[in-house]
């Protein structure tokens, strides 16, 4: 695919590939690792407005950038247009220059609470949430779905509407709700929206390869792509994308994520942390069954290292 510099608002980005969200994952050890790689836009772990609005500790913790505050935006999600503002003109999220509204998530707690993907049942509130977000002066983003279940398809409804309200740029999971993480994506869909809208438009969904990001700029149109589960299992797909030179092999890369997370979290969470990423980093590769076992029993961060170390 083409790189190029990306203008949100009245910011540029560097370039048009983003890293998403992802609830567990991107913190800020993992979404600094892939800023190195060259990635032109990350964002947080989804951040409760009311969260922020009663002082939640955790919700103030997801919101750690480090030195990498201008090129991350938080990810704030809530189904009350009065919360969503309150916690934008928070001090907060006074440092964030972009804030992004997350409209799209399919998990039941949260669709069941009237937030994330269920806002697609209703577009004139997910309308109200824009606005008022927007009157805080923060440049506002939206990511969405393309509906609910098999065979809805308001990419363009909804994306109309999110420009009418003030939104400067949308990113579309090309999937339902109903979908989930998997299936094919709809390119139909997310072309449809890209071509009724002049804000940007991010696509998102099934992007594992160079391929597959080519095949979702040919068929969409879009301008950028959002990279999800695709960066976790190929942590250089951000770096081949960008042609950003990769510096670490991959043994590297996973020691230098492991002392990221030990520097950021208390080393029985950072070894807790690292847990989840074992799936993705060690898929396709033969005889690491035993290793695998043994980091999952592993009670320090050190043992993790001496284990990767001796055996990768």
């Known amino acids: 695919m083409k790189t190029k510099q990306l203008k949100v608002g009245n910011l540029y980005v560097k370039n048009n590939v983003f890293l998403a969200p992802m609830a567990g994952y991107t913190d800020y050890p993992y979404r600094k690792l892939q800023l190195e790689c060259g990635v032109g836009l990350t964002f947080t772990e989804l951040v409760s407005a009311k969260g922020l609005m009663y002082k939640s500790q955790g919700s103030k913790e ?31 999220l006074s440092n964030f220059k972009i804030v992004d509204i997350n409209m799209g998530c399919p998990v039941p707690k949260v669709y069941r609470n009237g937030e994330g993907s269920a806002l697609l049942n209703d577009l004139k509130k997910a309308s109200e949430i824009i606005s008022e977000c927007k009157k805080s002066g923060k440049i506002i983003t939206v ?4 509906g609910l279940n098999k065979g809805d398809n308001i990419a363009k409804e909804f994306a109309l509407m999110a420009e009418d309200a003030g939104a ?53 149109g879009a301008d950028g792509v959002m990279l999800a589960r695709g960066a976790i299992i190929d942590p250089f797909l951000v770096c081949k994308l960008t042609d950003t030179p990769i510096k670490n092999t991959l043994k590297e ?43 999952y029993s592993a009670t320090t961060t050190d043992q993790i290292i001496e284990l990767i170390d001796k055996n990768i």
């Open 62 to 92: 997801l919101l750690y950038c480090g030195d990498d505050i201008d090129n991350t935006a938080v990810q704030l999600f809530g189904s009350e247009p009065y919360y969503m503002r309150s916690a934008c003109e928070s001090e907060y």
């Open 143 to 146: 990511k969405t779905r393309i």
């Open 168 to 220: 400067s740029l949308v990113s579309i999971h090309a999937r339902v709700r109903e979908d989930y993480y998997s299936g094919e994506p709809n390119y139909d869909a997310v072309y449809e929206a890209k071509k009724s809208v002049n804000i940007p438009i991010i696509a998102n969904g099934g992007i594992f390869s160079v391929d597959d990001a080519d095949k979702m700029m040919d068929r969409t």
């Open 253 to 295: 890369y996973i020691l230098k994520h492991i002392s990221l997370m030990k520097n950021y979290y208390d080393d029985r969470r950072a070894t807790n942390e690292f847990r989840k990423f074992l799936a993705y980093y060690f898929k396709g590769m033969d005889g690491v069954r035993e290793l695998k076992n043994q980091i």
